[in-house]
């Protein structure tokens, strides 16, 4: 497969590898694929109470497109609103990298660890909200 | 040593240097058409041709009367099963094969079935294996051709031909192999083997691509063919088309060093670095060895490996310096793994992770020591990225996640 150089510049300096406390409240884990389709994206993020993406980390098994499009939306997510991040859709990723058509499914897969993460984080955040609204007050 | 390392001889070999000095001047002095019978530069052609039909006839102990010159080992499978069936369709029209040969073959017997031919797949054991039992038991009134080739291309398995050939005799049933992947790595001899049709390919044993041969046994049983390409008569009409001199030289060239190859002690360094790969590899956790184990059911220059938790594509970009291939899907245009490796019963996910190595005439020691270090570094590089290998060391069964197919 011949990739595009900046495929090839996030495959071999993959930004943002590595792994967030998954039990934190502040940290929303997204997990896609299947390794049996021969990808599966972790994406984390973490995100402040006002709503901004603080920390975003990634692992992924997956193809050289896979590794570059979560790499890729580490960085455009960090530091950027939740409504920002919801509304980054596959064909941004595929655009920004010049995926081929082969590979196109990567972003696609890119763009639901996004969606899986923040509602993982929202989840979160509904139930503690709900636990607080629950308890006595003092 | 020089970057990158070529290391996938199943795919193709580089020609052997003896066999481009052979073929030059059949480009330039040599340059009859083999079928001009009535001036010098035709006779020059044709003793070029007939000298190559004895080297390789000398390679599998054949006569240079069965061997009959094609255009590559595509063009062999073809020929021995579609021909095979067009010439002899009264007399039935079933075909047994397995289900990990080449595309070559399979693509051939679908093609036929559209003919309404029948078609049985053998299924494979887990090291790639059928059973002249098996074979046996396929066999039925209507059965006209067998084709199980010697040895694959991607896992290394050898299958034992002489006891299915014998099989395919004893009911009077032809028999096909596809030897492209066993010539000079393995013995091969057409008696001792039981075999009708062979088909042969000259550039994966370091000769020219374009060029191939399929043998066809003349005599008990003398098996005839249906032509696919009409024309000019060359081949005793089997295969008709001006012969590509050079080519053939080349061929017969490469025969002629395949064969030396098992008494120049060729055979025997390519198996050593080979094993020396093996032992390198096996030293990395969790890698998992695909066909059978090194040794008389493998080539000699064949190593299939998977490499858990390491996506085979994003692996073949990691060693960029070394060439190899794998059965990722995310090689392929069907982004489906390999089939062969399927057809073994090797989990998808690590069919997903497998590399191929094809080890050749021109590899060194030191090349081998270098590709052995360089995956084990990637190795710990891709899983230090992967989050199954993050979920299985923090004790996670991976099968217990409902995973999203998409």
Redesign the interface.
């Known amino acids: ?1 011949a ?1 595009s150089d900046k495929v ?1 510049d996030h ?1 071999e300096n ?1 930004r943002n ?1 590595g ?1 967030l406390d998954k039990n934190a409240e502040d940290v929303g884990t997204g ?12 994406l984390q993020l973490r995100i402040s109470d006002d709503g901004i993406i603080e920390d975003a980390k990634f ?6 497109s ?2 570059a499009s979560s790499s890729l939306v580490t960085e455009m997510v960090k530091g950027k609103s939740i409504e920002y991040a919801q509304g980054i859709s596959n064909s941004t990723i595929a655009e920004e990298l010049n995926l081929p058509p ?1 590979k196109i ?1 990567c972003s ?2 890119a763009e ?1 660890a996004i969606k899986a993460a923040i509602a993982d984080y929202q989840k979160k955040r509904a139930s503690r909200l709900a636990a607080a609204d629950a308890s006595p007050k003092a | 040593m020089k970057l990158p390392i070529y290391l996938d001889n199943h795919a193709t070999t580089r020609c052997d240097p003896a066999v481009v000095e052979a073929m030059l001047p059949y480009l330039t002095e040599t340059f009859g058409n083999a079928g001009s019978r009535n001036h010098a530069f035709g006779w020059a052609a044709q003793a070029g041709v007939d000298q190559a039909r004895e080297q390789l006839a000398d390679l599998i102990g054949a006569d240079p009367k069965e061997i009959v010159y094609t255009s590559g080992a595509t063009e062999s499978d073809n020929l021995a099963i579609m021909g095979v069936a067009r010439f002899y369709k009264e007399k039935g029209r079933h075909i047994i094969t397995t289900n990990i040969e080449h595309k070559a073959v399979l693509d051939a017997c679908h093609a036929l079935e559209k003919e309404g031919f029948e078609i049985t797949y053998l299924p494979v054991d887990t090291l790639g294996l059928v059973t002249a039992e098996q074979v046996s038991a396929a066999i039925r009134e209507d059965t006209i051709l067998v084709s199980v080739m010697h040895s694959n291309n991607e896992i290394g398995a050898i299958q034992d031909i002489a006891a299915i050939g014998a099989a395919c005799h004893d009911k009077g049933v032809i028999f096909h192999s596809d030897a492209v992947q066993s010539l000079g790595k393995v013995p091969f001899d057409v008696a001792a083997l039981n075999v009708d049709l062979v088909s042969i390919s000259a550039h994966k044993m370091y000769g020219p691509k374009g060029i191939g041969a399929l043998y066809v046994r003349r005599g008990r049983p003398r098996i005839r063919l249906e032509p696919m390409i009409f024309g000019g008569g060359q081949e005793r009409g089997i295969r008709s088309g001006t012969h590509a001199v050079h080519q053939i030289v080349g061929l017969g060239k490469a025969a002629e060093l395949a064969k030396a190859a098992f008494t120049n002690g060729e055979i025997e360094r390519v198996t050593g670095l080979r094993d020396r790969l093996w032992s390198k590899l096996q030293a990395i956790d969790e890698v998992y060895l695909n066909g059978p184990v090194p040794g008389p059911q493998r080539l000699p220059n064949n190593l299939n490996v998977s490499l858990a ?3 085979g ?2 692996m073949m ?1 990691a060693i960029k310096d070394l060439a190899v291939s794998s059965g ?4 392929s ?1 069907s ?1 489906e ?1 390999s089939y062969v490796l399927r057809a073994l019963g090797v989990e ?2 690590l069919a ?1 992770t497998s590399i191929r190595f094809g080890i050749g005439r021109f590899n060194t020691t030191e090349e081998i020591d270098y590709a052995a270090d360089l995956v084990a570094s990637k190795v710990g590089w891709l899983r ?7 979920l299985v060391k923090e004790g996670v069964d ?1 099968k217990s ?1 409902s ?4």
């Open positions: 497969m990739y090839v495959y993959p590898v792994t997990l896609v694929g299947a390794p049996a389709c021969g990808d599966v994206m972790k692992k992924t098994f997956g193809c050289g896979a590794i082969v499914h696609v897969l639901d | 938790y390491c996506e594509e994003a970009m990722s899907a995310c090689t245009a982004l793994p998808v996910e997903h230090d990225m992967s989050p199954l290998y993050e991976l996640i995973w999203t197919a998409h």
